[in-house]
Every structure is written in C-alpha cells, then in structure tokens.
C-alpha cells in the first residue's frame, strides 16, 4: 500500500504544469551581462563592415508588483570599421562618456506576466537613450500560453505589432524550458515606420514578399529556470536580420545583423527604494522617433551654436567655390540645411541681415534656408516676402522650393495658407500660381498621414475656387481645380463637382478646358476613393452629349483607379454602341496598351482590358491617327522587378486636324512600389485663330445678321460656343503639378509687336540691349536641387536601421561676354534691325553643374553613425573661349578658338562604396574604409599556372605593362587590362582619339574594381570602385597652332573664301585668266582634278585646264588585255551600263593617235571618259569604233540589279552616268524588256554563284527568247491555283516603262549581254535601262557643277599654325536646283599639306520617277562606295516606290559595326509582326519596296542579303493620295517640285471636300447618299457654324430643270448668286448681273475674294473666310474649306470632324434617321406668299391605334416633317422614319396642347410617314 502511494505522489509531482511567464521577486536584485551588436554590410566575409556593440550590467528589481527598476552598470559602447572578421572594435571613449550620463540614471518600466508596459525616464534623457533601453527591455517580453506549446500571435515589441511563432519546450526534470521565438517583420499589423520624401510613392500591398527589396525577420531563444518564487530567465540570445536586395537578386543583397545576448550572472538578496528623482512617462516598448527632423545620416554636426557654425560654413563655401566648384560643395551645402534646421528664425534673420547684400553668400544662404523644410524657415521666408525683399526670380524659387520640401503638420500648414494669401502674391500672378500649387501639395504630404483631413487645411483651396466661380474669372478657376487636384483629398469632389455638366446645371457654359481641368482634378482623389471617383466619372464616360475631350479625360482617370473587370466591360459595352469615333478609337487603343503592361500592380486592369478588347471591333486597331489614340511605350523586367510604362495620349478634338491635347506620362515600377514620376501635357485651342488672318471684322458685314436670321428659322440651330485661342503646357513630379502657363492670344499680340515695335516703347528690353552692348561679366553659383529618401525601422538593439538617399545638384557659371554692334543700334531701334547688324562677340564661358548622391545603409543617430555608403559623383562642365563674327546679311559666320593648351576635364564620374563610423565624441574624424579593401583574397579560379622556372626569375624579368601582353583592339591604341589580383577583378581602360592638325585629343578613362568575383550580381558589381572620365589635352604636332578657326560661308562670296584658303599656299601667279585660275584652284581645292576628266577623243586642252566631265568609278575594275570596252562605257546609252560596269574589264579611252588616258591605280579605278561639248553622233561614233568582241563583252556582262535567282549580281556595281549611283534601273519589269540576245551571252551562270538566288515559281528554265520564256512563264503561273507571295512580285519602274531601252549602233555586245542577263534573271526586280533623252544628253549630264555654277555654301575648318603650313578641312556645297534634273553635290577635303583623303557626294533627281545619289571617300574619294537610289513604279499591280541600297566597298569597321547590327533584324522582324524568309540575296545590296495598296494601307517588302522581310497591309497613320501618276515628261521643269510638293498634295489630299452631283451627295467626311432637293427650297449646304458665321452657302434646283442647280452665297460683304438660265451660267454679285465669261472678279476688302471661270462653270477662292476652293456649273458641286474650319462647319456637306457615324446631323444636333430626314432638316422655310418655298415643318399624329405595352395608344412625333402650307397640295411626296412618343388612347391630351413640348419627350416608337416635297398653291390666299 505504501508503494502505490508513493507512486501516484510521484506521478502529481510529474503531471504538476509549471507556470512559464516569467516574474521577477520583490526582494531581490537580478544582475545580468548584455551585449548588443550591430554590423552593416555584405555577408562575404572579407569586405569592409561598419557596426557597434553596446555591453553593459543590467540591473533590475521589483518596486510592486508591476513596477520594476532598472540600472545600466559599467556601460561600454566601441565602435566597428574595418576589414570583417578580421579587425578588432574599438572602443569609443568619449562617446561612451557622454552616453553613459544618461544610461546610467533608473529607469523605471511596468512589467506583469512577461510583458512590459510603459516605461519612465527622467525628463533630460535622450529619446535614443530611452530607445537604446527598449531594446534591452525586449528581451524580456515573452507571451506564453499556458494550453499549446506551438502557436502564432500577433505579439508587441520593440517594432510593432508583428506576426510572431512560439515554439515552447520544457525540461521537467531539469525544470528548465526554452522558448524559441521568430518574428516575421514583413507581416505586422502596426509596423514601426517612419518615411519621409516617399509620400508621392504607392506601395503594393498585395504584391508577394519576393518582390520586396527589404525583407527582415527576428529570433530569439530564451532558457528559463522555474524556481519557488516563479519562472525566471537565465538566458536570452536574439538575432535580427535586414537585408537589401536593389536589384532583387537572391544572393545580391547587403544586410544589418543585429544581435543581443542577456546572462544572468547574479541573483541578490536586497531590498530596493524608489528613485529620488521624478520620472516620466515615455510609452511602451514600440520604438519612438523624435518628434523634429532626424539628423542627416552623412553627417554629423554639432548644433549647440547655430548661428557662429552658419556664418562660418558660408564663409568656407564661398571661399573654396570662387573659380569652380569644389568637390566637398555638395557636402557643405548639406550641412547648411542642417543647420538651418535647428536654427531659429531669429538666427535666421541675423544671418540674412549679415549677408542679404553680398550677391553669392544671399544665394547660398536663401538656398539653405529653403531647402531646410522646417517651419521657422518658412515663417522666415514669408516675412520676407511680406517686406518684399525677394527679387522676382528668388521669390518664384524659394517660394516653390520651400512648399514642397517643407515638413507637413498642422503648424506649417497653418503658416503655409497664411502665405498663400498674402495680398503680395496677389500682385504676381506667376508667384500666386507658384504658392497655390505649393500649397496643395502640402496639403497632400500632410492629409496622406492623418486618418481625416482638417477642413481648415482645405479651406484656401476651396474659397479660391467658389470665388473664382462667382466671378467667372476662367484663370482662377483653372488654378483653383489644379490646386485642388494636387491635394488630392476626397473632401473636394463637391467643389469639383459644379464645374462637371452632368452634376451641375451651369457647368456646361463653361469652355471645354474647364470641364477637363475639373475632370483631371480627380485623379489623386481616385487613389483614396477609387469607388467614388469611378462612380462620378463613369456618369460622365456614358453620357454621349459631353464634348469627346471630357469623355476621353474620364476614361484617363477612371482606368488610372484600378477598375474591376465588371466597369471595365461595362465601358467596353459603352464602346460597342458609341457614336463618336474619337472616343471609341481612344478607348480601345487605351485598352490594349493597358492590356500589355506587366506590372504586377496593374494585373488585374491588364487582365480585365485582355477580356474588353476582346469584346470590341478590331476595326478600331485600324482607325488613322485623325482619331485620338493612347501609345504605349516602356517594358517591365520581371526578374529585377524593375521597370517603366509610359503613355502618350494623342486627344484629338472634332474642331482640328491634329491633337488638341498631347498627354505624356511615366510611371516607374521599383520592388512593388510605382510612382507617377513625370507628365508633360500640351493642350492646343485655337491655334489656328491666332495663326490665320484675325483682324477681319466678320460681325461687322451685313451678311452676318443674314446669316444669324437664316439660323434662327431653323428647329433647334444654334451657333458653335465661341474658343478662346489658348496653348497651354504643365508640368508634374511624382504626380504633383509644378507649373503651368497658358499662351494666349493677348500675349502673342504681345510678342509680335515686342519684334517689331521700337524698343524705346519696352524699358526692360531697352535695358537688356544696353546690358548686351556694355559687356556682361560675373560668376553665378545656384543649387539646384536637395532630395532626400528615407526609410528608418528600429531594429532589436533599439537603433534606427535606415536606408536613405541624397541627392544633390549644383550649378557654376563664370562668363565674361563682349559684345560690338556694327552699325550700333540707336534708342528706338526694332529688334528686327538686328538681322541687318553685324555682331562681333568676344566669350570666355566656363559653365558646370555637379551631381552628388550618397545611398545609405546603417544606424544613424545624433550621438552616433554607422553605415554602408555608396557616393557617386558626376561633374561636366564645358569652358569655352572664343570670338565670332556674325553677318546675317552677307551670310557670313566665322567662329575662332584656342587649342587645346591644358588637359581639361570635361566630365567626370566617380562611384564608391564605403564602410563609415562617425560619433559625436569626436566631430571631426571620420573612420572612413572601402567597403571592397586593397587586400580582399586572390581569387584562385583567376590565377595562372606559374612555372618553378618562371618564378624563380621573376624578380629579375622587367614588368611589362598589360597593353604590352593584350592585343589592341582597336587601332588608335586603348589600353585596357584586367586584373584578378588580391584586389578583386579590376578593370583599367584608356581610349585617345587624336586630331594632331588642330594640336588636340580627347580621351576617355575608365577604372573599376568591384566584387564580381566573390558573387556574380549586379550589386556586387556596384559594390567597388567605379571612375570615368573625359578629358581634352593637347596633342604632340609638328608646329604649335595659335587658333582654330571655323568659317561658314554662303551666297555669292562662298568662293572667294575658297580662292583665300588656296592663296596661302600658292607661292607663284599663274598665266591663266581670273576665271580659269578660280576654277583650277577650286578643283585642285576638292580634289576632283582627277576626279572629272576629259572624255573626248581629241584629248582637248584650254589654256592649260582639264576640261571636266563625268567621274566614273570601279573599285575592282583593271585595264583588259586589249582597247576594247562596251559600249555601256563609250556610248551615249549610259543608263544601261550597270548591267555591264560591275564586270571586270572597262574600256580605257584613247585619242586618235591611240594614247591612252593616264590613271594613277589601274588597279582601283577605270576613267570611262565623256565629253559633254561632243554631240550624241559623235559620241555614238567613238563607242563604234572602240566596241569589244563578243568575248570580252559576256566578260563584261554583269547581272541585274538584285533579284536574279541565276544571275550573278556583282558586289561592285557602277554609278549612274546621272548622278554616279548605279543606273540600274531597279524598276525594269520583266525580261520582254530586252528581246535581243547574244551568242556568247546566255551562258547561264554557276550553279554555285556566290549571288545565285532561288528560283522563283513563275520563273523560265528555257534559254529560248525572253518573250517565249515570259509566255510560258506566265501560262504556268496562270495554272497554279494558289497566290504568290508578295516578295515573288516583281517591282515594274516606271522610268523604265516611259524611258524604254533602245539599242544603240554599235553596242551589239553590250546589248546582248544587257539581253542575256535579263533573261536569264526570272527573278530579277531590276535590270539597266536608257532613254532617248538620256542618250542624247549623255555628253553633257556628268558635270561638276562648279563649272558653271559658283558654290552655294563654304565651310571651312582650319588651324592657323606658326610655320604658315595649312591644315585643317572644307566642305563646298553645291546646288542645281531648278534645272531639268536637279543635283547636289558636296566635296569634304583635306586640305592638310599633300592629302588626298576626300569625301564626295552626289544627288539627283533624274526624273519624277527616279533619283540617286552616292557617297565616296578615300584617297581622291576611289576607296569606299555607298550608292542609292529612289524609283517609283508598281508592284503587285499597285504604286509603289524602291530604295536601293548599294555597298561594292566599305571600311571593315563599317561592315563590323553593320554585322553587329544586322543580327538583331531577324528578331526585331518577328516583334513587330513582319514575316521573314531565308533567300540568297545579293550580299552587297539591300532593298525596300512600299507599295501603296489602298489609301490606307501598303506592302512592304525588304530584300536584304541572305534574308527577305515582308508584310502586308501595313496600316500607315494617315491617308495618302492613290491616283493615276503623271507621266515625267508631262512634268513641267523644275522636276524638284514634284518632290517638293509632295507634303502638300498629301496635306491637300487631307482636306474636306464637299460635292453635289445631280442627286448624288458627299459630305466633308465621305459620306455619300442619295438626296432629291424638294422644289423651289434652299437647302443650307455648307455653313460657317463658329460664331464668326463667315460664310453661307445655299443650293436649290434651278427654275429651268430639275437637273441643273442655283446656289447663293453669302460671305462678307458679299452675296453671290451662281444660277442656270438660258442654257448658259449667270453670275449675281451684291443683286448686280456680271458677265461670267473670262471674269477675275477681285475683292481685295479685309478680306480676299476672287471669282474667275474655270472649265464650263465658276470657281470662287475666298481662304480668309474659309473657302480654299468653290467651283459650280450648274449641275456639279464642289466646295474645299481649309483645315481650320475642322469641326466648325455644318448643312448638308456637315462638321468635317471625321465622325461617319453622326454624319446626318440636323440643326438641333440630334442625329437623323436617314438621309431624307437629314437633308430635309436643312431646308430654309419662308413664310406664306413671301417666296417661292411652300414647304413648312409640321408635327403629324400617327393615323392609327398603336398598341403599346398592352393598351391602346396614339402617338405624337417627336420631330416635325414637311408639309405643304395652307391652301397648297402636295404634289410630290417621299417617305420618312419618323420617331413616335405616345399616350393612352384615352389620354386628354392633344396634338395642338403639346407640340411645344413634344421634342423633349421620350421616343416610344418608329414608323414611316409622308413627307411632301412638292406642292401646288392653287388656293393659297395671299393678302396684297
């Protein structure tokens, strides 16, 4: 029995559950060891870290029984910096002195069942003192339940509220337990965080973790021992984690570890007192920040006199900036922000009074207290503005600077409105704009804290905007709607509501721009209240009456809330049935660029518009860009979780041609989190007003009020709202508006008579034109900007971890400026006197800006700061000393400098990373180590295998540099190295480019040194030491250069500048005449002395000058065995020669005596000699005479131009003889081209011919004729049942087609090879071909221009040197522009000592189907060749157009850099939807065919070497002109204009015509009905609807035939009547009876007016009104208005606004049911007996029972129909769709009660009545 007692005693001993919350005892003293560190930095060990440790003895005892005491004992605080694991802390003296001060007094905290409550402290501690004891204090807190031992929580600590796991395991026998704990830091319900500069980002709440950049988490273990007095903790050890990872790479990141360890080393049996001293509550154990701006975390100041350390940091700074900015200027200027924070505005003012007259420290000192963002700097700089202090430019900036950058709470909001409405800024309306839009933004930082935004806060915005309504002030509403976008608050849709039509009554008399402003106003508001906001302009969206820019402004806003795919859909049903294709084309093109965004934000939008898209016509993707549309650019890279989207939203308005409103807009996506960083829009109203003619008083002519009358008769007309013209541009950062500015027409006006108007009438212009003449000199400094992005979270230790950003920008000038004026300008001078001056202008301009960012990790406090910083620095900066001469009236620019006489550094980048402790112990040591150190570890995957041998004679064997061992890879000499050394991977890279005739060379230095060998990550790379830099040095020459001129010469004098170069160096006068030592010396100039050479057979000589003809070039052509060339090289028939110049032999011409023409290289160039004073005979005589045999003719023979799938195309083509681009013509059609055939030229080429091409199908195989082949070709195509490609089509030229080849006497050979190649080409798009005309002119078309032109344009670039020796460069250009076959042409020299080295281009325009051009350079331009060429012609049985592009010899670099290129074709194809195929194409040759298939569409087709790349029905952004083309000769000369005219037949092609032929109606938009006009009515065709009413035009059938037609015109001061009678066309001007035959009826009043005859009718030219064309004669109709009567018309021919759908707009603005009812709208009715119309609007009750849901009905129309008058019958009647509203069969109501009000009823229903259109009035009674 005892036993089994004593065993259930030990089994309730066992069971027995201890309590684990830990306690502590009253009457005892716990003594614990603590330790907390901190380390910042890679985890690689090796690299450099910063961190601290904070060791101490913790004291703690029990007051009662919540109340506990705690003492810090022997506390110890070193310092960390340096090279981890291996060197040692440091101890901080000092710092621990001054800290333990405060740590070492009680500290007083509530603690109950392991929690703690709230702390006390005394009064004076610090809060990082306080801090420093949470983190000691949460070691303690443990929440423990007794029923689980595996739990989650949502626990308290040092950083928030925060998901926490317990793992609880207890040691019963020991009785012990230990507690594990983790914290998941990413996942807290109440986070401690503090941001400041990121208000404008959005984070992503639904984003996963993995796209987060920082990421941390806790652990802690704890050891617990249960003893008699409770459960007591022995032990406590936590470690925390944060890392970083920029680039969001898994292994890439940087990381803060902090780690705590609490040991229980003592227990005491004491009692203990409460302290003496009072204490004070600080809160619980979450982490506190301070309530006042955090000290900067790169720097660490003392603040204790701020005024004395102001004073001197000015001092310094201005001292050490004097000439240029110094290197430590970003860094100064940040600590006079810093100090300007935590001075008062007391200090601030004794400050300012010490310097507000010194020019330098003023701006230095305002910049300061600007960007300092505290309240006494604001209330400092409205006392200044108050007492108007502030010069115009320094209130607009530091007024802007300070509201955005200012600290937002309640105090400096109430000073910031207090500002704002100031009566000082009312007095400048860019300051007001300025301070209003500061204001809102402020009040956005502040209300996107608080849970409710205070209405006091609001209240300026709100009072501005109901004012400015009461008013109707239009330029304060705009501000008052822009502010209140800005602030973005959901307490302002009201305000904004009254100026939206559809929620306020009076909103719709407000202009367009206002109601898009108050749209525009809602978009910050939708990223608070997105439901609301989608709910107010969804209304707007769906309501068809609002103008399109409104609609299309909420579709903008409602898809930038973030819309559920229900609003999505229900918008794309909206689409479905719109009307106005403005809106539709916007809203589907915004639809599918959402739809491509890949932002993980916007999935859910991108997805829901993937679905709408779908839903809706593809035949929106094909809507021209006359309809507004959204672009799409930017991309998101998934894998860095970085990217951009960008919009542009093109907004075109019904009133313009082109975009009325411009929007471009970027958001950036980083790690989740997007912000809008930059909008630009552009709104453009009216533009056009401003540009035409505006001074014409059309409201004053007579026929307006007739107009206005006319209107008035008809049912609901009402003119167009009046439109202030007005450009208007803004500005947003991070989605907050900066500026704005609206141009107006006033101050167009304004502008224009500043130009024109004497200066002596504007005194500032005065004053800056005497400030000009006086000289300026002086030096300007300006800080540019001052930014700062923080993100700070407490950490375990109880220290803020912060990951920061600075940036700052700086802004250096020095100039001095003289200026001389020649004549000088008097005091009432006009600034267009200045074109007619001549200036000369001495400058030494020094201008720089410097860029500093400083990227931050690590512990900053006031006390001390620990940290990873990454510094970059940028400075560029361009001196420049020069003097020039500008002559506007003789055309004349010189331009001098000095070489390069020092090594300058024009711009320099710097970037590294650093390990940095700094502590207010000592404030002017910085312990400052490069992250990656000197000494980091070899790499051993780097090293080399080094011999015994080799090490053993290492010691003695020089070093030789890595540029010695490396090859070169370029051939100027960079020297590049890389090192895998201690240092990690180390890149070294020099790169000069030298330019030794102007003594100068600019190189390029690159250095880096980076960790990319202990991880390969981008931020591994960034981590290091990274240097680049450009300078400028002077270059070793032979002589030393004084100046470096640069002269510009054009017009009549461009040649004498020419002759004054060549004088230089000329020592001895020539016999020669003036003329012929000008042109001797301009050839030898450009080096074309060899270039042009005499062609004729005589060899003639005048007076010792080389008569110069054609230049012809082959670069891999010899001289033949023989004298015998082809006749393509002799002959006339020049344009056929590309089929045989790409041979290997050409002719070399002779004189009579058989001498032949001397070349310099055979082996490079063959003379195809021409004289151009020789007639065609005679030459046809010498190419006879000098033709080659049939052997050396199929030599010669070269293949067609470059679609051959037999033939071999050669590499090396010839010029043309036209311009020196190959002749081939490209268009030649098929091989029937060229019928004859040679007998040694149908050999078939090599099968393996390096050009050889795959045969297409339609292709012959037989070697009969060309026709035959053709024949059967075409036969065997006929039988194929499928289509062919559209790269298979052959291009047909149409020079060739009009210029037929005509075989030449003599040139059998080449005729034969020419036959032989096109035959056996099947698929060959090209081959040569001539002209009569090109034969007969062949002697005189290749000519160098200079021989009868003088040049247009002289450029020359030289250094004046002190030996007298020329070097330097020209450029001549010259022009035949009006000519038959206009031509350019440009020759580049080098005119340094004996070079040859030339470049020469040549242009032409052959025909209006043909132009090429070429480009040589080298030794006398015979090196290197690129040729081109332009033919138009069809393809595919449509116009078309080819460029051919030629390459027979290019520089290796060229066609490296091309290869390079060229290999991204293929995939660039495949994106953008292009098909590819592989073909052998010619290897030196590409093509590109367009051929327009309809006027909106085009094939494309690219032949390029080894591949071909195609596409069909390409959509081309506008429509273009498809019409039969003029043949060339029909062409009057200059053939320029046809090319010149182009743009303006496209742009011609694009304005709206109107015409009316017999019953056959097309209106300005293309529509075309049928229409009968009723007899004897007017029908109002086309009107003038702005309210300008300038024209009226009417049609009504003539009185003789219903077939012919009268029309009357009313515009101006005139009233023209065009009218048929007797067979012939009378004209009526103003009642008067004009003889219409060879009339030129000119009216020259305000505005122009002509009438002349044209064809068999009239034509009327009227532009100022509107009317660019009328033409009338009697039974056709046309009328062309100009563009910018867009949208502003109506009648008949309606709006030109591009909108099909609302084509048959009657007058009141409804849309007709058909073209009856619409034509009949428009019908000018006459009163009874007053005229010949009988005709009057009638509402007609529907003669039958309507049974309508279920009962009886008799309906009413809701809109009238013709009928006869009273007294009249109808004799003609037409039927009419007609709408109904009806009522009950019972119904009161009558016909006659309610037709006033019918028109506004409900249309129930839809039925056809009779209309009548002709009437007969026998019993119409009319009163005498």
Known sequence: MRGIILALAFTLVGSEKYDPEPNFSSSKIYLYNYEGLILNGLPEPGLARAGLRLSCKVEISVLSQRNHLLKIRSPQLEEYNGIWPRDPFIRASKLTQMIASYLTKPFKFEYSNGRVGNIYAPEDTPIACINLMRGVLNMFQITTKKSQNAYDLQEAGIGGVCLTRYVIQEDRRN???????????????????????????????????????????????????????????????????????????????????????????????????????????????????????????????????PEQRIVETLQQVIQDNQQELHGDAPYKFLELIQLCRVASPDTLESVFKQFSDKFHHRIWLLSGITMAGTIDSLKFLKLRIRNDDFKYIEALLTVSFALHLTKADGHTIAVAADLVTSSRLERIPMLRQIAYLGYASMVNRYCSLASSCPSEALQPLHDLAAEAASKGNEDDIVLALKAIGNAGEPASIKRILKFLPVFSSGASNFPVHIQVEAVMALRQIGLKDSRKVQDILLQIFVDHSLPPEVRMMACVVIFETGP???????????????????????????????????????????????????????????????????????????????????????????????????????????AGAATSLLEVGVRAEGLTDIIRKQNIPFAEYSTYRKIKEIGKTLLGWRELPSENPVLSAYLKLFGQELAFADINKDLVQQAMKLVTGPADRHTWLKRVIHQIQNGIAGRWVQPLYSGEFRHIVPITVGLPLEYSLYTTALAHATARVDVKLSPSLSGDFRPSQLYESSLQLRADISPSIYFNSVAMMGINTEYFQSSIEIHTKLRVQAPLKFDAKIDMKEKSFKFGTTPCQQETEIAMGRHKAFAVSRNIGEPGTVKKIPVLPEGTGSNILKEHFKSSERTSREGAVTQREASDILPKKYSYGPEQELHHSAEGKTYTQAICVKVTRFGCQACFYRRARDASVLKNTYFHRLIGEHEAKIVLKPAPTDAAIDKIQLEIQGGSRAASKIIQVVTLESEEEDDSSPDDVVQMKLKKILGIENVFKVGNRTQRHKKGKTQMTEFRVEPNAKYPSSSSSSSADTSSSSSSSSSSSSSPSSSSSSSPSGQKVKNQDAKDKTLEPRNRDESSSSSSKSSSKSSSSSGDSSKSSSSSSGDSSDSSSSSHSSSSSDSGSSSSDSGSSDSTSSSSSSSSGNKAPRPGSRHQLVREPNSSNSSSSSSSSSSSSDSEYSNRQRTPEIYQYRFKSAHTQEYPRKKVPGSSSASSSSSSSSSTSSSSSSSSSSSSEDTNRAGSRPKFLGDSKAPDLAVILRAFRNDRKLAGFQLVLYTDLYSTRPRIQVFVSNITGSSRWKICADASIINAHKAAGYLKWGRDCQDYRISSEFVTGRFADHPAMQVKLEWPKVPSRVKSVASWFYTFIPGAAYILGYSEIQQKNPSQQAKLIVALTSPRTCDFVAKLPELTIYNRAFRLPLSLPVGPSLPASALQPPIWNFFSEAPSAVLEHLKAHCSVSQDKITTFNEVQFNYS????????????????????VMMKNAEESADLKAINIKLGSHEIDMYPANGLLNLMVNGVETPVENITYTSDFDASLMISSEKKGLSLVAPDYGIDKLYFDGRTFKVQVAFWMAGKTCGICGKYDAENKQEFQMPSGYVAKDAVSFGQSWILSEKPCAGACKLQRSLVKLEKTIRLEGEDSKCYPVEPVLRCMKGCSATETTPVTVGFHCLPADSAASLVEGQMKLDQKSEDIQDTVEAHTACSCEELQCIA
């Not at 998101?636 to 019904?654: D, H, T």
């Not at 006009?1573 to 009226?1592: G, R, V, W």
């Open 175 to 305: 009785n012990r337990v230990s507690i594990t704990k983790t914290k998941d830091l990413n996942n807290c319900q109440d986070k401690v965080v503090k941001d400041i500069g990121m208000t404008y980002i959005r984070p992503c709440p639904s984003c996963p973790l993995k796209e987060k950049i920082v990421k941390g988490t806790a652990a802690f273990t704890y050891k617990l021992k249960y003893a008699d007095s409770g459960t007591l903790i022995t032990e406590a050890v936590s470690q925390q984690v944060y890392q970083i990872s920029p680039f969001n790479e898994p292994t890439g990141v940087a990381v803060t570890e902090a780690r705590q360890e609490l040991t229980l080393v003592e227990v005491k049996n004491e009692h203990v007192s409460p302290p003496e001293i009072q204490l004070q509550n600080f809160g619980g154990l979450p982490y506190r920040f301070s309530p006042l701006l955090l000290q900067m975390p790169i720097q660490l100041i003392k603040t204790k006199n």
């Open 564 to 670: 559920a795919l229900p609003l999505v859909i229900t918008m794309a049903n909206v689409i479905l049935k719109e009307t106005n294709m403005q809106v539709a084309s916007f809203v589907y093109s915004h639809m599918k660029a959402l739809s491509r965004i890949g932002f993980p934000r916007f999935y859910n939008v991108s997805a829901a518009c993937n679905i709408a898209i779908k839903l809706l016509s593809p035949r929106l993707d094909r809507l021209s860009y006359r309809y507004s549309k959204v672009i799409p650019l930017g991309g998101y890279y998934s894998s860095y979780q970085a990217g951009a989207f960008g919009k542009i939203f093109l907004m075109n308005s019904p009133r313009t041609m082109f975009p009325s409103a411009l929007i471009s807009s970027w958001i950036v996506n980083y």
């Open 1573 to 1592: 006009l009723p007899t004897n009515c007017y029908h109002i065709l086309a009107q003038d609807c702005s309210p300008e009413l300038k024209f009226l």
